[in-house]
């Protein structure tokens, strides 16, 4: 039987990637950069079953119907092309990520399945190769398979946009989970309705582009003021030609405006803090390691607050996605 495990972690983009210049490809309107984390990581196994009908995803313990199960199928029927193979696969898929944290799974859970479904099937991909096809499940998910920083690069085709890893000084983030509000719009349906009606939308694709070269010329300096300054100033530009869309999206709720706000009464006090944030309520604050601490008990009034760091890319694990232990999770 053909099986292979594979661990990966979430990242937060410090560049933000949204849009897309091709849907089916999943190929970004401009590069982004971001941290592999080494927190809530997703451990998948694949398993071919040549002899069944149609793949089955059973994720923390459950088998996953509608979107969940059509989008790993998709994803799967990509890697059969690749292997010439036209076998169904079981996938089981643990993911460390508390649902409350609001930490999207889909960057940690492609790029582990992309590795687990490439070795099942019999590919041996190099870290391009992975990036492109992690790339076709979610596009942040290609940032995921690289360690500690990459960077995507936009690319026009398929072989052109992938991500690589980048130097960049030891960072940590301040994960604020604020209480409240539910993502109402999905990232892959916000993007759309930014790009279909944003008048601003021109201007967030060239200027993230040029942002793009700041921050990898800041990172490569060990600029860490620079560093700081545009992520905070990116996500708000993203949050801003979100919100310019029509209907309007805003994703950002009181309690994560407050974060922002106690990054800026940090920052006057010397202390080295910027907020991010993706798709939903949550706040992420940029500090160093010697400051995590400090920054972790000023925020811890806004929410729950776990410091992570730079952590691995997609690699292979021994041990399988047991059933147990899936099922222990779903409990
Ligand atoms: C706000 O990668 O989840 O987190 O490619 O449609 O699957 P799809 O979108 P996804 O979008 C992530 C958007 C973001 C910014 C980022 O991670 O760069």
Known sequence: MRTATARAHPNIAL????GKADEELILPVAGS??????AFATT????????????????????????????TTRFLDHVRELAGSSARARVDSVNEAPTAAGLASSASGFAALALAASRAFGLELDERALSRLARRGSGSACRSVV?????????????????EPIEAPDLRLVIVTVDGAQKAVSSREGMRRTAATSPFYDAWISSTARTLEDMVRACAAGD?????????????????VIASSEPPVRYLAPASVAVFDAAAA????????????????NVCVLTTPGEAERVAAAVSPHG?????????????V????AAAAAEEVAR
Do not use: C
């Open 15 to 18: 560049v933000k990637y949204w």
């Open 33 to 38: 950069m971001s941290m592999t984390l080494d």
């Open 44 to 71: 998948t196994t694949v398993t071919l079953d040549p002899g069944a009908e149609s793949d089955v995803f059973v994720l923390n313990g459950s088998p996953a119907t509608g979107t969940a199960l059509a989008r």
């Open 147 to 163: 360690d500690r920083y990459a960077v995507w690069h936009a690319g026009t085709d398929d072989a052109t946009s992938y991500a």
């Open 224 to 240: 860490l003021e620079q560093i700081g300054g545009i992520t905070e100033s990116h996500a708000l530009r993203m949050h801003a």
């Open 266 to 281: 940090l920052r006057a006090e010397g202390v080295f803090a910027h907020a991010t944030a993706d798709a939903g309520p």
């Open 304 to 316: 729950r607050v776990r410091i992570v760091g730079p952590g691995p890319g997609a690699h292979l």
């Open 318 to 321: 021994d041990e399988p996605v």
